[in-house]
Each structure stands twice: as C-alpha cells, then as structure tokens.
C-alpha cells in the first residue's frame, strides 16, 4: 500500500459550506425534529379529530392563531426548505445497497431517503394546493374551505370531497404522501439520537427504538382515522354545490376563508342562508 | 494443464483488471474440490493452472494476503457479493451458500484497484492520520508511568483494539464511497479508542476537529452495515455514537468557549 504522496501540498482556504460543515448537518437533524416533526404531530392530531372531537373548531383555531403567517414562514416553509435541500443533496452523494446488504437497518436506511423525497413532493403539493391554491393544470381541483360564504362549516366536507376525488391517485397519492411523512419522522427521531450522541449502547438503541415505533404507529392510526372519516363522509349536495360555487366566484387565489371570516353569521342564520 | 476429468469441479467467476484504470473484465475457472479448501488455496491452485474454463491461457490471478488467519485484513475481496477475507471464506461453507457450485469473487468496489482482487486501502492509513491515531508519548524525557486503567475501559478499548483495517465496514457502507470524502467507521471507531486512552486523550480535540469537518462524523447515515459484516465484531455503531456525543458536546464548549488558544 503505497503512503498518500501530497502531505506538505497548501491546503486552499476550505468553503463556507465546509467550514460550517458540522454546523449545517447538525441544524438538518435538528429542523426535521424541531418544527418540522413536532408539527406533524399535532397537524396529525387535529386531523384525527375528524374521527373523534372537534375538527372544525381546531381548524379554526388554527387559522385564527396571532402572526400565522409568521409562524407558517419562520416554523414551517424554512426549515422544510432548508431540510429538503440538504436532504436531497445528502442523498444524491449515496450509494445504497440494500439488495446486496439486504439486512433490516440497510432498507430502513434506504427507505429513509426514498420517503424523504416522497414526503418533500407531497408536503409541496399539499402546501401549494391547500395554502397557495395552485390547481396543478386542474388535475387538482380540491380547494379547502373553512366554512362557506355565510360561515357554514365546511372543513371536514372540503376534506372529504378532497380524498373522494373522481381521480383515486388524489387519495393514494395522500395516503403515500402522509406515510412517507409518518415513516421519515419516526426513523429520523430514531437515527437522530445516534447521531447527537444520545443513544449510545446498542440496548439503548433498541429501547429509543420501542418508543419511536410507538410514536410511528400512534400518528399512523391518528392518519388512519382521519383518512377513513373523510374517504367515507357522506358530504351533503349542498355542501357540494356550496364549494363549486365559492371555487368558481373566487377572484384571489389565495386563502378563500381568510375573507369569509371577516363576516361570520350566526348560526342560524346561516342555517337558513344555505341554499 | 485441466482439471482432472474424474473430480467434481468448483467454478470460480472472477472479476479482473489489468492495472489501475484498465477495464475490468470476468474470466472463469475450475478448481478441482477437496474437502477443507478455503478461496486462498483455490486461488492458488488458479495461479498454479490459470487456464480458463473454455480453455483459453491465462494470467494467475493477483490478489493480496499476508497472515492467512482473519488477523490482518490483506485479503479481503467481495466473496459471492459480500465483503469479507478470503482465507477464512471456506469452500464446504461457501458451496452451502451456492447450491450451483459457482463462486464469485470480486475486488472490492471502495477502493482504487491495483490488480484484479488486490486494492489499494491507503484511503484507510490516511484517515488514521487525519484522526492522529496514536498516543503521542515521543520525546527525550521521562514522562513516567502512564495512567491507571480501569477494567470497564479495558473492555471496551480491547473491543476497540481489534480493528485490523480490512476495510469491510467501508465496503458494505452505502456513504463511503470511491469519490467521496467520508472517513468511515474504522476511522471514527479508533478515534474513539485512542480518545479512552489515558494518554492518548490530550490529542482528543484535535480528533474530534478533525472528525467535525465534511467528511467526518456527521456524514454516518446509520445504515448499520459497517457492525454487520465486521469480521472482528467491534461494536461500530457504539463507536459512532460515542463519537456523536464526543462531537456533540466539543461542538457546544468550542461554541461557548471560543476556538482554542494557539
């Protein structure tokens, strides 16, 4: 074996990017954790709630929150498009080799990088359709309401009509999207305390493991249960009709139910509004 | 000079490379089955007789070794798609794994080939030296004794110790590869072994500086082959992890602390 021959070589001043190497790859574990898992978990949650409590009102809860779309900028489009950058260049420089080495951690390793990338086209279809109202050449046309023009509610309905598109890959499409998410989440909390020197042990590991399997699975059943509720909700002709009207009239694109708001009606009268 | 026709045959396909750059190339041989053969000593019957199976004259196949006792890791090569030595790769135990009776060999795909099966692992002494993979006790003077060792510490840093640098964690790794630059386990695995050292620790920061840039401990993606095919059962991924921690705590004193004083 033949020694390396450049040792005495000047060394060119290293990048930015390398300077901060460690720095950089530190904050990619810690963005996929602190916002961006950390919201999965309750946009999860609130979405079980179709099943069981209250949807509507955590919907609009939500929406109501002070400095929202502060929060959406600085905790949510940031960090998600600061992980998904690093995240794909980190798995363009890999090779895996699951076939050849086809032990269990090597495909949860792969499956990592394949749902990454999943969940990175989902959360971006998801976004720019349900926040920033693109159509994607009308091949999407599932807008989400809050509540209709005299405040009906109207989220749960909306979500319905979504995942009960006449397209199936709309619901198929959410189902991969929403598990690549939950898989990433809970594999990325797993491999994350290798990582910042949590878990140290191999018992430890398999411990931390129990508990983000758990995690996986609660926020799993948590999607199951909202997906069943929408995918079976019996939405009412009027609701229907309701939604294809504001979609139609609307002149913005963005955020329909941000103007809706601005005039709620109560309850009664708008019951008798509907048409 | 064939095989005599009257014993049962084990057919080596064998991936070859004339030199560095060459185009690589399979070629196939028959090597008459005895009872305990290991590749070693089919491979030496090939260079013996390097007639290839359609009887065509060849060259003995190059492939590298030293201690023939899994002690020294020269001969590791790709044995049937998985990395591991070739004088502890035994015939009765690969012949189980292949019912058909073909046995492939392979260099390994991480390092620059020399000749055929012989790479060259410098990638690996280099990352030795990058990390200081020694306890610096050179000079004139007495330092006296060394420290007392504990024999929880002995335990693991004799885990440790077993590193023999074949090579096998960087093979089976889907984030070492050819034209990158990351260190890998066995590199991570002996900074952690030297930074348990009583002495070897002074030179613990500088491990861990040089472990923090791009290359280094961060680019693990924990796919866990590495503990997997490790001949010697060092316990890899601990190693990572130790490191991990190690880094993540230099990480906030250098922070906290500023960079040190020259």
């Known amino acids: 074996m033949s020694a390396d021959a450049s040792p005495n070589a ?87 080799n699951s076939i050849q080495y086809p032990y269990m951690d090597n495909w949860r390793y792969t499956l990592q990088r394949v749902t990454g990338i999943l969940a990175f086209l989902f959360i971006f279809v998801h976004g720019a359709k349900l926040r920033w109202g693109f159509t994607f050449g009308g091949y999407l046309d599932t807008p989400f309401y809050l509540h209709g023009p005299h405040g009906e509610p109207l989220a749960t309905a909306s979500t319905a009509i979504a995942l009960q598109h006449a397209f199936p890959w709309v619901l198929v499409g959410y189902v991969v999207g929403v598990y690549a998410c939950v898989y990433h989440w809970a594999n990325g909390l797993w491999t994350a305390a290798i990582s910042w020197g949590l878990t140290l042990s191999v018992a430890a590991q398999r411990r931390w493991g129990v508990f983000c399997v758990g995690l996986g699975l609660a926020l799993a059943v948590f999607s199951a249960g909202a997906i069943y509720k929408a995918a079976t909700y019996p939405v009412a002709d009027q609701q229907r009709e309701m939604i294809r009207l504001m979609e139609a009239g609307r002149t913005l694109p963005a955020a329909p139910h941000d103007k809706v708001l601005e005039l709620p009606l109560p309850a009664e009268e708008a019951h008798e509004a509907a048409p | 000079m064939t095989a005599p026709a009257n014993t049962k045959n084990i057919r080596f396909k064998i991936k070859r490379q004339d030199g560095p750059g060459k185009a690589s190339y399979w070629q196939t041989f028959d090597v008459p089955y005895k009872p305990n053969l290991n590749v070693i000593s089919c491979l030496q019957y090939i260079a013996e007789h390097p007639v290839t199976v359609a009887g065509e004259k060849s060259t003995p196949v190059v492939w590298d070794c030293n201690c023939l006792e899994e002690v020294c890791g020269a001969c590791t090569m790709v044995i049937n798609g998985k990395v591991r030595q070739s004088c ?22 991480k390092f620059p080939v020399v000749r055929d099966l012989w790479v060259d692992r410098s990638r690996m002494f280099n990352a030795l030296k990058t990390i200081q993979a020694w306890v610096p006790i050179d000079g004139t003077h007495d330092l006296g004794e060394g420290p007392k060792e504990s024999a929880e510490n002995q335990d693991v840093r004799y885990s440790l110790s077993r590193c023999m640098t074949c090579g096998c964690c960087l093979e089976a790794c889907p984030q070492f590869l050819l034209g990158n630059q990351f260190i890998g386990a066995q590199a991570i695995s002996q900074a952690r072994y030297f930074n348990l050292h009583g002495t070897g620790k002074v030179l613990a920061d500088q491990r861990l500086d040089a472990m923090m840039g791009p ?29 991990g921690r190690q880094a993540t705590v230099h990480a906030v004193k250098r922070f906290f602390n500023g960079p040190p004083r020259k």
């Open chain 1, 10 to 96: 000047q060394a060119p001043q290293p990048s930015l990017l390398a300077q901060n190497h460690f720095l950089l790859r530190r904050l990619h574990s810690l963005s996929g954790i602190v916002p961006i898992g950390v919201f999965l978990i309750f946009h999860l949650f609130t979405n079980f709630q179709m099943l069981v409590g209250n949807f509507q009102h955590e919907v609009e809860f939500i929406h109501n929150m002070p400095a929202l779309i502060y929060i959406e900028i600085l905790g949510l489009w940031l960090p998600i498009g600061f992980h998904a950058v690093l995240g794909i260049a980190y798995t363009l420089g890999s090779n895996p």
């Open chain 2, 88 to 109: 502890s790769a035994l015939l009765d135990e690969l012949l189980k794994e292949t019912p058909g009776g073909m046995v492939t060999l392979e260099p390994m795909t």
């Open chain 2, 215 to 243: 290359g280094g401990i961060t680019d693990c993606g924990n796919a866990q082959n590495c503990v997997k095919v490790c001949p010697k059962e060092i316990p890899l991924t601990e190693s990572i992890a130790a490191i």
